[in-house]
């Protein structure tokens, strides 16, 4: 049995909910970006929205986004992937609390501030009953929720799947998280990332969505092959998962067009992927987090763009670690690791 | 009254959230719950709540209380002077 994504939308740091930062990309120089919104009218009546905090709206725009493209109107399941959930409601409400001398609860904004809020709302929106989970797990919240979708197809529970990542980074948090040197302290800039000599990346937001069925049709944009999720995984044990989900799939290294990496320009990061280089064969490489930031959820960004690439039939140069761009790609490998803990593999195919 | 009308009115929309909807766009008489007024729900009961003690120092011991008081802005103003405590 096959498992198609069949659409992905995103509002992200880029131009929200299109794909011109395939041609276009936004060069950001801030070490904090928001997301771009779109106009959240053309989603949500205003009575709908009133009570949603922003993470909300973005995922319930990106989510209508992609199954409208999909032409799809009810998902059997909404599976959400998060490592933040709604931070901006819970500051809200525990900043209101000490204001008040901790006297005052806002309704609202607790109960906006869990994490599975999110699914909730779509699913509310959407009127759907289906199986709604949500996974936070840091940096593999997309992948374990990916994960769920796939094991709910292959044991035949679902036949489609609506499929999100969302993660919003307010200033407060992004300060916390600096603390730890989360974030560059220099300009930003595509090379000072690509050479990723000092600790930090850049920090994005994102909210993607991804429409995935267990039938091909005409609007199926490409295949998902297999992935593989590792906690602490020795090279020998990273190669072994490599070989055998390629033999699995009747593929050998040289079917994959490109090698798609988490490298965020901080420096103990990328210094995984270069420890890794070897595996890939010398097959080309790319990279995305330097259109898109970093954040728990930048693998489902990740993810977004590996669809588009071979949707488009294009890999831009702006993309390629060597610069060239690569066309017709069939076959893209994916390969993220979050804090050299957890290490995931995606293999994506055309159809 | 009419002032205290008009700052509850003011106070509502921020706590509630209700972009689109302006002060003068709240009739003082028109219910503020179910279809006919302004449509307001069972979490804006309990945001009401919380604004009434906030701000003007009243606390709703009985939830069914507020079924009367908040009928409508006339009846909130009404009932806000009479038990402020600030």
């Keep these: 049995m096959g498992i198609y994504i069949q659409s992905a939308a995103q509002i992200s740091i880029q131009k929200p909910l299109t794909d011109e930062w395939l041609q276009q990309p936004i060069e950001h120089t801030q070490h904090h970006v928001r997301a771009i919104e779109p106009n959240f009218r053309d989603y949500l009546e205003a009575g709908e929205s009133r009570r949603m905090g922003r993470i909300q709206k973005r995922a319930l725009a990106t989510a ?16 959400t992937g998060t490592g933040l959930g709604c931070v901006e409601s819970t500051e809200r409400f525990l900043q209101a609390m000490v204001r008040s001398g901790e006297d005052f609860l806002q309704p609202t904004h607790f109960m906006q501030s869990t994490h599975n809020t999110i699914g909730s709302q779509i699913a509310v929106k959407l009127g759907c009953h289906g199986y709604n989970n949500t996974h936070v797990q840091d940096g593999v919240s997309f992948e374990s929720a990916l994960l769920d979708a796939l094991v709910n197809f292959e044991t035949g529970r679902i036949r489609s ?3 999100t990542a969302n993660d919003e980074l307010t200033p407060d948090y992004f300060a916390l998280l600096g603390q730890l040197n989360y974030w560059k302290q220099e300009p930003i800039t595509r090379q000072t990332l690509f050479n990723a000599q000092t600790p930090g990346a850049f920090a994005g937001e994102v909210s993607v969505a991804f429409v995935l069925q267990n039938s091909r049709n005409e609007l199926s944009l490409c ?28 593929l050998t290294l040289s079917d994959i067009d490109a090698v798609m990496i988490g490298k965020s320009g901080d420096r103990d ?48 140069s702006h993309m390629t670690l060597n610069g060239a761009s ?12 979050f804090m050299n803990r957890e290490h995931s593999l995606i293999l994506l195919s055309t159809c | 009254m009419n002032e205290l009308i008009d700052k509850l009115k003011q106070e509502l929309i921020e706590v509630l959230n209700l972009e689109e909807v302006q002060p003068a766009d709240i009739d003082n008489n028109a219910p503020l719950f ?24 009243i606390k709703l011991n009985d939830p069914k209380e507020g079924r009367e008081i908040f009928k409508n802005m006339t009846t909130m103003a009404e009932y806000v002077s009479q038990h402020r405590t600030k």
Aim: net charge negative; glycine share 6%; with cysteine.
């Design chain 2, 34 to 57: 179910g279809d006919d007024g302004l449509g307001l729900d069972s979490i804006d009961a309990l945001e009401l709540i919380v604004l009434l003690e906030k701000n003007y120092g």
């Design chain 1, 326 to 337: 690569i066309s017709n790609p069939n076959c893209i490998l994916m390969y993220n690791h």
């Design chain 1, 64 to 79: 209508l986004s992609a199954l409208q493209q999909a032409q799809l109107d009810m998902p059997e399941a909404i599976i």
């Design chain 1, 223 to 250: 295949q998902i092959y297999a992935l593989e999720l590792l906690h602490r995984p020795s090279p020998e044990q990273l190669a072994s998962c490599l070989s055998l989900m390629l033999s699995d799939n009747n």
């Design chain 1, 161 to 163: 799947a609506l499929v």
């Design chain 1, 269 to 316: 990061n990328d210094a995984i992927y270069a420890q890794h280089a070897h595996l890939w064969g010398g097959r080309p490489m790319a990279w995305y987090k330097h259109l898109f930031g970093e954040s728990f959820s930048a693998s489902g960004l990740g993810l977004y763009a590996a669809i588009k690439c071979l949707q488009h039939k294009c890999l831009p």
